[in-house]
């Protein structure tokens, strides 16, 4: 399934920015960074629900926003892209 | 129907500065901040056509990153929310 994970982490303080760093680090491991604080990611139900218990543990749920968005399997159909940082399609077929 | 909005604008100049605010604004007039710099609007198509073409002219397409994301009839199934800046709900009951 697709889901999107937006986050707005409070870095106001060291450890703000730590938990930022490891947010975006988490989220990079399982999917696609298409803007700074937004991630599309392919994933399967149990290793998403993997990724989102390591995430409300990372942040600091009194200060910082956490967002998932079902996209669904007709995702592609969903979603509309204008200007830089296109993105790569995650279920396209890899020439090796 | 309820569009999702995110964009990254590149700050590293004043006029990227001026464009973030101005992006800000206009997602601000259609819709509910939900993250810095996330958005979700309840929208009719045509209105969204219309914000649509004003947030593509304020944008630098060469810079920035605008995304769209449509959630659909079915939305609020689709989101989950944890941590601060809870949102309101914007199909529920105005008490006046």
């Given at each position: 399934m697709m889901v999107l994970i937006t986050y707005d982490v409070n870095t106001e303080t060291a450890a703000g920015k730590k938990r930022l760093a490891k947010m975006a680090k988490k989220c990079t491991n399982y999917g696609q960074r298409v803007q700074n604080s937004v991630f599309e990611c392919l994933i399967e139900p149990a290793m998403f629900k993997q990724l989102q218990d390591q995430l409300e543990k990372i942040m600091d749920k009194e200060k910082d926003s956490l967002r998932f968005y079902?996209?669904?399997?007709?995702?592609k159909t969903r979603v509309y892209h204008v200007g830089s940082k296109k993105t790569m399609d995650l279920e396209g077929t890899l020439i090796i």
């Amino acid at each position: 399934m697709m889901v999107l994970i937006t986050y707005d982490v409070n870095t106001e303080t060291a450890a703000g920015k730590k938990r930022l760093a490891k947010m975006a680090k988490k989220c990079t491991n399982y999917g696609q960074r298409v803007q700074n604080s937004v991630f599309e990611c392919l994933i399967e139900p149990a290793m998403f629900k993997q990724l989102q218990d390591q995430l409300e543990k990372i942040m600091d749920k009194e200060k910082d926003s956490l967002r998932f968005y079902y996209l669904g399997d007709e995702w592609k159909t969903r979603v509309y892209h204008v200007g830089s940082k296109k993105t790569m399609d995650l279920e396209g077929t890899l020439i090796i």
